[in-house]
Structure formats: C-alpha cells, structure tokens
C-alpha cells in the first residue's frame, strides 16, 4: 500500500538550515506530483511546496518563496524539502502528501516531521 | 490568490446528529474540492475529493454538495470517530478548518 515517511525535523536555530525528507513505496513514485503542507502548533494546515511527477515543475507558497526548495530523486523514491534561513514562523509538523489526478487532491499523507525554529 | 473561508469554526455536536459544515472559495478554480479529516495528533485523511466523491474507504455518511463558490459538507449521522477536525481545500489553499466537538 501507499507509503510516506518523513523524516529530518528538529531543533535548529534562526537562521539557519535544515533539510526534510519523505522516502515514498506502494506506488509508482515517478508518477505523481508530491506536495510538502505544514502545520504550525495549534493551527490549520498551510501549503508550502508541489513539485511535478519529473520534477520539472516547482512551487512555493509566498512566505517560502526563496528559502525553501523542493526537490526529488526518482531513482530513489525521495523528496526533499530544502529549508534556508529559517524563523520561529517555520515552526510546524512538515507533512508530504501525494497528488492525485494532477488537480491538487492530497490523496495520501506522511505521519509527518516535526520543525522547531528557537534560539 | 484563492482563499478559502469554512463556517463554522466549531461546533458541537452529539451522536447522531447531522452535521453541516460550509465552505466558500473567494473566486471560481479549475482545481477540484476536497475535504480532509485530522484527528488529534494525526495526519490529515482524504474525505471527499471533487466536491463531491467519496475516497475510498470512506464512510458513506460523508457527503459533499456545492458548485461554483460555495460547497458543503455533511455528515448525515454523527459518530463518535467523527469528532475531529475538517479542512476544506482548493488548489494550494486550505480552509482555516472546523472542530467538531462532543456536545
């Protein structure tokens, strides 16, 4: 069945870096767009990035726009999220989810990674 | 940019009741409705997707209406698993979402 895990949350300081991964299985990986959604404590969910099935395609919500990059590795059934000069704002679980039909539908989650921006 | 707004942003609720939850999109999209269920401490899950189909494995009390700008969804009959809370989302915008609690 579908699978997603990510993995690479912490603590880490403002300013600085840290990188997500979801490691992908159950399915065709290189077929599917892959979102990254956060959600900060107590809050509701935020869209951050979507890359396309071949990785051609990227987008960013605009508070990450320049400081996040999405990434993925087909031959290896990952993605990754890139998470440059980090704020207390970034704080949140950080969940992938599988796009369906091309249209936005999250049809499958990760547990998700917890991110903790504090000095 | 879309934004999409739910009402109401709680509710409460007792076992088996019917339960009507609303959204509104700022403008018409070509990205489908979807609907998603997050209990505590847990991921979201795909409820309805294209306003109004079902996910698999989905319970059939679940159902969504609407077109245009305005949609809707409804539990016809509450159950104690269905305390939790809702998200309605279009493209890359989620609603602000809607707990529904035990009355």
């Known amino acids: 069945q579908v699978h997603l895990v990510e993995s690479g949350g912490g603590v880490v300081q403002p300013g600085r870096s840290l990188t997500l991964s979801c490691a992908a299985s159950g399915f065709t990986f290189n077929s599917f767009g892959i979102h990254w959604v956060r959600q900060a404590p107590g809050k509701g969910l935020e869209w951050v990035a979507l890359i396309s099935y071949d990785g051609s395609e990227k987008y960013y919500a605009v508070s990450v726009e320049g400081r996040f990059t999405i990434s993925r590795d087909n031959s290896k059934n990952i993605l990754y999220l890139q998470m440059d000069s980090l704020t207390v704002d970034d704080t949140a679980v950080y969940y992938c989810a599988r796009d369906y039909l091309r249209n936005s539908v999250m049809d499958y989650w990760g547990q998700g990674t917890r991110v903790t921006v504090s000095s | 940019d879309i934004q999409m707004t739910q009402s109401p942003s709680s509710l409460s609720a007792s076992v088996g009741d019917r339960v009507t939850i609303t959204c509104r999109a700022s403008q018409s999209s070509r990205y489908y409705l979807n609907w998603y269920q997050q209990q505590p401490g847990k991921a979201p899950k795909l409820l309805i997707y294209?306003?109004?189909i079902l996910q698999s494995g989905a319970p059939s009390r679940f159902s969504g209406s609407g077109s245009g700008t305005d949609f809707t969804l409804t539990i016809s009959s509450l159950q104690p698993e269905d305390f939790a809370t809702y998200y309605c989302q279009q493209g890359r915008a989620f609603g602000q979402g809607t707990k529904v609690e035990i009355k």
């Open positions: 294209g306003v109004s």
